[in-house]
């Protein structure tokens, strides 16, 4: 593909889109017709946190350790791209607020303050709305047109994007299944190829105390730790979804309580895949490291991108070339990557 994508953060641009209910639930209503009004503290600071250019979970670790507080304390929905911009909520105990407000981050933009009687959970937003330039498109517009026509109509199938397998030189999906299978020599031995903070704190800890695999996973935040298993669940998935030729139907993220006879349309794949894999459903969960344990879910085969519109103009750095600005919604967990690669391939 000679489409030039993410050449500038700016290219890239990702709001996070998140439920913030701040009106009377219907039980919150009758309590206080009947004058039994419990008392609601707001003990959360929820804001946007804009980042450009910068690695999510870096930017969680210069926020815990300006604010001193640990990683585990900031409340947050989904990680987001590193070369974009990207807009988020982010909670941070209320107690914190004068820090944050002062706070400066390079690379970071932090503002819509408002307070909240409880912290930001993960996998709670609706998902993300995307303003993508692409640049150096040598196709024909008409012919674009078509297949993003036809991707409106038809949905595209959801398979998990690059961004999910690659912090670890692409290898997160590999780090998974070792720490799935028990494996934790190789999967440190894995983590500490690469130069980042987190992974010199687990070199320094295996220093200290050599061979103690398990507990310089344990160096590393819980939640990036449980995106290894996630990447290898989804490796999984990829995999099924590219043999499965079907209409649409849920494909299970497999776990340990995944029941695969429960999905007749991909039974038989599955298996195949687990038998290749050499792996069984029940070691996922996880008996040494049980905060790894995984119980598995299942996603839809399509997703169907909302609100998609699409312009052309020509692309002045990439001579007798077009630029195509792509606008678009997608649920949570699914890729805008994706989107590009499947019009790229149609």
Same mark, same amino acid.
């Given at each position: 593909?000679?489409? =030039? ?39 959360? &600071?929820?804001?946007? @946190? ?9 930017? /969680? ?7 001193? /507080? ?19 909520? !982010?909670?941070?105990?209320?107690? =914190?607020? =004068? ?5 400066? /981050? ?15 959970? @993960? ?10 330039? !692409? ?8 012919? &674009?047109? %078509? ?27 590999? /780090? ?30 295996? =220093? ?42 849920? !494909? ?36 040494? @490291?049980?905060? @790894?344990?995984?119980?598995?879910? %299942? ?40 989107? !590009? ?6």
């Amino acid at each position: 593909m000679d489409w =030039k994508i993410k050449e500038n953060p700016e290219d890239f641009v990702v709001k996070e889109v998140i439920f913030d209910r701040t009106e009377e639930s219907w039980k919150e209503k009758m309590q206080r017709i009947r004058g039994n009004i419990p008392e609601k503290k707001e003990r959360y &600071l929820w804001f946007t @946190l804009m980042k450009k250019n910068r690695d999510f979970f870096t930017v /969680i670790g210069e926020l815990g350790s300006a604010l001193r /507080i640990s990683t585990k304390d900031i409340g947050y929905s989904g990680t987001k791209d590193r070369k974009a911009v990207t807009y988020q909520t !982010i909670s941070v105990p209320i107690e =914190k607020e =004068k820090e944050v407000r002062s706070l400066k /981050i390079k690379g970071v933009v932090i503002s819509d303050f408002r307070s909240r009687n409880r912290p930001i959970k @993960l996998g709670e937003h609706k998902g993300n709305a995307f303003e993508i330039v !692409i640049r150096n498109v040598s196709d024909e517009k008409d012919a &674009l047109a %078509e297949k993003i026509e036809r991707m409106k109509k038809d949905g595209m199938i959801n398979y998990f994007g690059e961004q999910r397998f690659g912090s670890v030189s692409g290898a997160n999906h590999i /780090i998974g299944k070792l720490l799935v299978k028990g494996d934790f020599k190789n999967a440190a031995e894995i983590m500490t190829e690469t130069d980042g903070s987190y992974e010199r704190k687990m070199s320094a800890y295996l =220093k200290k105390f050599p061979g103690d695999y398990t507990g310089a996973i344990k160096q590393l935040p819980l939640r990036m730790v449980k995106m290894f298993v996630h990447a290898y669940q989804s490796n999984i998935w990829n995999k099924c979804a590219v043999r499965y030729d079907g209409d649409n139907t849920a !494909i299970p993220i497999v776990g340990h309580k995944t029941v695969l006879k429960n999905y007749p349309k991909v039974n038989e794949i599955l298996n195949s895949i687990l038998v290749e894999e050499d792996i069984y459903t029940e070691e996922f969960g996880n008996t040494v @490291l049980r905060e @790894l344990s995984s119980r598995g879910t %299942e996603r839809e085969y399509l997703v169907f991108p909302k609100d998609f519109t699409y312009s052309f103009s020509a692309d002045r750095k990439h001579k007798g070339r077009k630029i195509m600005k792509l606008s678009f919604f997608l649920p949570k967990g699914s890729y805008a990557t994706e989107v !590009i690669r499947q019009l790229s391939e149609a």
